[in-house]
T-cell receptor
Framework: EPEVTQTPSHQVTQMGQEVILRCVPI?????FYWYRQILGQKVEFLVS????????KSEIFDDQFSVERPDGSNFTLKIRSTKLEDSAMYFC????????????FGDGTRLSIL | GENVEQHPSTLSVQEGDSAVIKCTYS??????FPWYKQELGKGPQLIID?????GEKKDQRIAVTLNKTAKHFSLHITETQPEDSAVYFC???????????FGTGTSLTVIP
């Protein structure tokens, strides 16, 4: 069964550095998402992306964050000037259509900021 | 935005018994309600979903019910097995957007 893959599984970075989290969505999916889960808290929406544009973003997704689809298969989340509070599990998801459709999640990248 | 509450936070059942997890939502514009199972070290896996025009949906041992008037939906797992042990998340999406609003999760333990 097709699946969303994320790399790396664990990323350790010094505070203030930039990180790029990578995702390969399911190949025939058109809508892509990033969520994060701080330890012990809810899974929170960050951003959705369609047709090379951000279609929706949350208050969390400020100027520190950016997303890109650099080629036909990858979807990336860049976090600039990382802070301690950016430590979390970051999940990528994709779906065939938007709205009331299932989103399929990857296994996540655990980001640890030191 | 939407607010999804989930109960209980932990649940232990004997193998073979049923498990019920409940969620409430706040915005009547929500129209799609998926349930995800998350095993240790893995991402959330969709196990069942329901749309707002349906009151109940069943898939083998798993069922979901939706009460739009009361704004709550529930996951029912019958004949539980040890491999059902995991964290379960409910979610809701507004009919105007793409983001899922998740509950806080329920850690289910099935005791052999």
């Amino acid at each position: 069964e097709p699946e969303v893959t994320q790399t790396p599984s664990h990323q350790v970075t010094q505070m203030g550095q930039e990180v790029i989290l990578r995702c390969v969505p399911i190949s025939n999916h058109l809508y892509f998402y990033w969520y994060r889960q701080i330890l012990g808290q809810k899974v929170e929406f960050l951003v959705s992306f369609y047709n090379n544009e951000i279609s929706e973003k949350s208050e969390i997704f400020d100027d520190q964050f950016s997303v890109e689809r650099p080629d036909g298969s990858n979807f990336t989340l860049k976090i600039r000037s990382t802070k301690l509070e950016d430590s979390a599990m970051y999940f990528c998801a994709s779906s065939e259509q938007d709205g009331d459709q299932p989103q399929h999640f990857g296994d996540g990248t655990r980001l640890s900021i030191l | 935005g939407e607010n999804v509450e989930q109960h209980p936070s932990t649940l232990s059942v004997q193998e073979g018994d049923s498990a019920v997890i409940k969620c409430t939502y706040s915005d009547s514009a929500s129209n799609y309600f998926p349930w995800y199972k998350q095993e240790l070290g893995k991402g959330p896996q969709l196990i069942i979903d329901i749309r707002s025009n349906v009151g109940e949906k069943k898939d083998q041992r798993i069922a979901v019910t939706l009460n739009k008037t009361a704004k709550h939906f529930s996951l029912h797992i019958t004949e539980t097995q040890p491999e059902d042990s995991a964290v379960y998340f409910c979610a809701a999406i507004l009919n105007t957007g793409n983001q899922f609003y998740f509950g806080t999760g329920t850690s289910l333990t099935v005791i052999p």
